[in-house]
């Protein structure tokens, strides 16, 4: 019989099996360190664009310090969270383009343009003063765009709607200005990647405070860590085996209620920094109201420990959750009792409505957020959380898309949160919008059963 860790008695043995295991994880640290020294300190990339064949979320962070130009890899899919955070941080990046590993050459000249999925190799003249034409429309178009960004996003039919940014990595912070309503999504894994120990409560801390500090009085959605799936997470954090299918697994809620300490670091440092803020704690992959009890419960903890060690912190704040697992979405009405407010993660809840691997290129074009058991989700929790009267944001990629803003609008959604490059222009097609004219084309849309192509233009 198979004998698992635990139930090896003799102290001994245990004890050598954790050198081992300490020494696999040094390895691999080593291996890891080596790949990134190959690929990013020996050739320098500063203005250069990198092509590769796959790229995690820590190769990015990594490209965007190293002053990277833009990525194109010849694998992966538009929903990873490597490209979420490549749009966020303004690099430019372009996946699946599977032959450009072999065709584009060390020194070639590219022209890359992501929103047209173009690349050109080596461009002559007359291309290249065509995009630049383009490139410097593009730039007058935004500027015409920005100077309606400071005021309010206000429909033709007069409905308020909050525009808020989604943050990832706290130097974005600077980032942040007058154009939108406050922080709708901060994720504070990248705090804990890129790194082989965990951060401290008073790093946490410090971070957290610097959001604060630069909203002023507007909300901070802060969500505790969201680990897991292709977040990688450095070695001394990892639980258990590699898990055989990362995005059902120890994700989210279900690693912070397996790690409970470092929850509670995570939340006592949140609870500090919002002395003087408006604190939103939102928690990733609720599936069950259980798990809502118990984050709940350590909630309380984490302050109970703040008051013992005399540290002050800010006893207001809202506890809300993520919607992006189906089981929460269709228990919305039930959850929503037991909290302040949700954010509906589309980019999980399409993976896993479909049945789609967000980061699978291979079916990468049946990731489809207007496919109708999509609609129908959406518009079912947008609904229960007016009917209750509690705050309902999108705050997955879909907010940010110009595609989806009228859809989202017509389905009753009044909060949107995007990354800061998107507020601009999303700002602008809502004042444009006159959301009782778009009833009836929404009801046709939800309607419509079949893989068709929907837009609400
Ligand atoms: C989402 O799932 O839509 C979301 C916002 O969370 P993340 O992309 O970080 O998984
Ligand atoms: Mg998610």
Redesign the pocket.
Known sequence: MKKSFEDIEDKYIKERLIDIKQMIISLLELLRSRKKLDIFSNNTIENKIIITDEITPKDIIDIHHSKGLGVITSHGSRSS?SA?LSKSLALPMLVKVESSINIIKDGDKLIMDPENQIIIINPDEIELKYFKKIQSENNSLIKSFRKTTNKKAITKDRIKVDVMCNLELSEEVKLLNDSSDGVG?F?TEYLYMNRNDLPTEQEQYQAYSKVFKKVNNKPVTLRTL?IGSDKEVSENMKVGQVAKNPALGLRGIRYSLYEKNLFKVQIKAMLRAAKKGKLRILI?MITTLDEIKKAKELIDEAKAELIKEKKSFSHKYEVGI?I?VPASAIQSNVLCKHVDFMSI?????VQYILAIDRIDDEVASLYDPTNPAVLQLVKQVIQTCNKSKIDITV??EMAGEKIYTKLLLGLGLTSFSMHPQAIPEIKNLIMQTDTKALKSKINAILKCNDYEEITVD
């Open positions: 969270h979420i999504l994720r969201d990733p993520m992006e993660g589309t980019n999980d809840l705050c997955g």
